[in-house]
């Protein structure tokens, strides 16, 4: 098993949560067999608590035998991506807002954790509105139990993306919006917000305040303040 030889690879455990995020529905018995979770679990018998991703339309009764199974808490990773209606729809991934809410139900009833995934700039959504839209559906997120919402700025690179770009239907999000989105969307407590900060030198950025607002981003994801950082001010691109 994959996750055994990577577990035995490690110098000692270095972590208190295990992500185990395999580009596919976790609950998905082709993904992973039914006949394979008691071994999950029992290798990730020390962290206290085992994240997985899954579809929200494969939540169901499983969830909660896997949950049994472990000795720490199970926090599900669901991707709502965005809550504007037009773009939801064209995203075509068979999440419509019933759907999530369904799951987020679920798992709040058996008292499982969730953690929500949530787009800036996708495809379909006005640049302009990009951020407001975020924040909303982040705000959609925690007010239905979401713990973590992570945001996730949409990059290119698989070729659809500058398809829908040609065509006016994208606009890459810039790593001042990211910004903007964070810190408009730490208000909504009690959920933790963060933003992903993989490989945002592809995000657009004028050079002379890039640094200081990717500084600022990871600071807002590590600290949580109060009252926050002043906001990056930049000559050269306000």
Request: with cysteine; glycine share 6%.
């Amino acid at each position: 098993m994959q996750l055994e030889l990577v577990l035995a690879d490690l110098p000692a455990r270095v972590a208190d949560r295990l992500k185990l995020y395999n580009a596919s529905n976790f609950f998905d018995r082709r993904a992973v067999p039914l006949e394979d979770l008691p071994r999950i679990a029992e290798l990730a018998q020390p962290f206290g608590t085992v994240t997985v991703e899954s579809h929200a339309g494969m939540i169901g009764p499983v969830v909660c035998d896997f949950a049994e199974l472990l000795s720490g808490r199970l926090e599900v990773a669901v991707g709502l991506e965005t809550i504007h209606p037009v773009a939801a729809a064209q995203l075509n991934k068979r999440l419509d807002l019933d759907r999530f809410d369904s799951a987020a139900a679920f798992l709040a009833e058996h008292d499982i954790d969730l953690r929500v995934f949530v787009l800036l700039g996708a495809p379909h959504v006005p640049a302009a509105e990009s951020v407001d839209w975020t924040v909303r559906t982040v705000e959609y997120a925690a007010a239905h139990g979401a713990g973590r919402v992570a945001i996730i700025p949409v990059r290119g690179g698989n070729g659809e993306l500058e398809r829908l770009q040609a065509q006016g239907a994208f606009t890459p999000p810039t790593l001042a919006q990211l910004e903007c989105a964070l810190e408009q969307s730490l208000a909504l407590a009690p959920a933790v917000v963060t933003a992903d900060v993989w490989d945002l030198d592809r995000l657009p950025a004028c050079d002379q305040c890039r640094a200081d607002r990717v500084s600022r981003i990871k600071h807002l994801n590590l600290s949580r303040p109060s009252r926050p950082e002043p906001a990056v001010r930049c000559s050269a691109c306000a």
